[in-house]
Structure formats: structure tokens, C-alpha cells
């Protein structure tokens, strides 16, 4: 089967999984509605109850769509971390960003006693710990600027980026040191992510956001594909090696900085699904891969969420173990193969 036709095949079979999947996350949950009654939102009608209308529509249809945004967005901020610094275990947190919004968060719950009574208070209400998410992703990144623009080597700002996140990682360490308990436990939720109790003004806001850095991540399909082969060679292209590595991170810093502000760290995904991309579609070209990306990355995270509620439980597992127990496995086998070219 020629190449294209197999890539065609594969995204409208994948296309049909999402749909698919997506459906079978709004249709589960500890209260059971009939299908029938799960599909009607999407119909523009009225469920026959208020209560199922209001917990499809106010909470299980925007958890489903956030669980799309997040694994677009995380997906395709790895793989353009993997392509700027050349190395297959580069995720979306390798520049420091997810360790900056937790240092935000950090200071704003465990360090309030520091802050004043005023300020404490409404970074812990409403939209505060989004806003402190978004201070420390965008303090890191500033830095991480500051930093490409003064070196020119790929690798020493990758260096840098995981130099930044052990610091402030130790910083928050150090709060959670002194910090009381109920304080500890706040963050420690948070920490865990969490992908529902967002209301639709957020979700809009988020894929509002995502959608920005995305077509700056598509603008940069060009670059990408030059620099699988080196910097030197992306040069004698015409690439310029500067804007593009600019543009770059800021896509990276959009996507993971606003994702992690309204659904906590999400680890693994960003680093897995660029690998599994890539086997599904044994592509290497980034027109195909990029968007082989985000259907991916979109499926595993409507999975992991399906993952995450115990059948006829209350309980909600933490979307970040779920992630994190998938994830983990998924890397140690892909190292297993490298010897045969699977990891690349």
C-alpha cells in the first residue's frame, strides 16, 4: 500500500477511535445514563432528567474536551522538544516550564503565610492558582529567553532548561518542608492534576490558547524537518536558526504553561506520544507526524481519563498516576528496541 494511502487509511481509522472514545468518556462516570441519553447534548437536545442534562453538560462533556486539548497540546509540545534538541527523552517539561507553574502554585498555597493577607486570599480563590501557574511558567520562560538569546548551542539551553527546573523543584521542596499539612495536602492535589471541574468560560480560554500555539507549532513544520539533520544543515536550507528556535519555545511554553495551569503537571504523555507517533505511522516527515501527534496524544488522554474513574465507584483516580503508570512502561520498552531503530 503506497505511503500516503496508508497515512490516509490511519488517520480516518484513528479519526473513528476518537469519536469513539470521546463518546465512551462522556457515556461513563459513577452515575450511569443510557447511551441514548449521553448522545441528546450532542444532538442539541435535553436529557430526560435535569440532573443527567447537568452532569453531562456541566461536567462529563467539558472533562472529555479538556482531556482532547491536554493531549494535543502536551503530544505536540514534545515532539517539538524532541526535534529542537535532537533527543528522544526531551519532553514539554525539559525547559523548566512545568516546574516553574509549580513553584507558582507552590508559593501561592504552601508560602501564603509569607504573602499578604489580601494577596493570599485571592490567588486562593477562583481563578488564583491558574493566574500563579501562569506567573511561574512565564517567569521561567523569560528566563529561558534570556538564555537562548546569549547561547547559541542547542544543548546548553537544554542543559539550562533542566537546570531551571531543579532549582525551583527545590525551592518548592523546601516550602513543603515547613508548610503545615492541610497546606500540604492542597498542593499535593493539585500536583496529582485533574482534568474536570472546569467551567466552560476555562475551557474556551483553554482551547482558545492551545489552538494559538498550535499554529505556531504548524508554522514551524519547515524548521522542524531541517533540523532532524542538524543545525548546520537546517542553516544551508535558509533556516533561520534563531526565529525558528524562538518560535519553538514559545509554542512549547504556550501549550505546556496553559495546560498545566488548568489541569496541574500532566507527566509522560508529552514524552510517549511523539515515540508512538512515529511506529503507528513510521513517519519521519513532520507534515504527517505533527498531526499523527496530536490525533495520538488526544486518544491516549480521552484513555488515561476513562482509566482514571473506578467502575461503580465514586472514587476518581489522579490523571497524573494514571499517565504516569501507562507512561513509564512505555518508555522502558522503547529504550528496550533502540538497538533496533524504535527509539529515535
Known sequence: MPYQRRSN???????????LLFVANVSLGSVHIPLGEVLKPFYGQLASRPSWDYIITEYRLPKAIVAVIAGMALSVSGLLMQTLFRNPLAGPDVLGLSSGASLGVALVILGSGLL???????????YGLVLASVAGTFGVLLLVLAVSQRLRDTMAILITGIMFGSFTGAIVGVLS????AEKLQKYTFWSLGSLGNLPWNSVLLLAVLTIVGIGMGIACIKPLDALMLGERYAVSMGININRSRLLIILATSLLTGCVTAFTGPISFVGLIVPH?????????????????????????MLLCDIFTQLPGTDLVLPINGITSIIGAPVVVGLLLQNRKGAFR
Open 9 to 19: 487509511m490511519l488517520f480516518l481509522i484513528m479519526s473513528l477511535c476518537l469519536l
Open 116 to 126: 499578604p493577607l489580601t494577596i493570599s486570599s485571592y490567588f486562593l480563590s477562583g
Open 177 to 180: 518542608y515547613f508548610s503545615q
Open 276 to 300: 508512538i507517533a512515529r511506529l503507528i505511522f513510521r513517519a519521519g516527515n513532520h507534515r504527517v507526524l505533527f498531526f499523527a501527534t496530536m490525533l495520538t496524544g488526544a486518544l491516549l
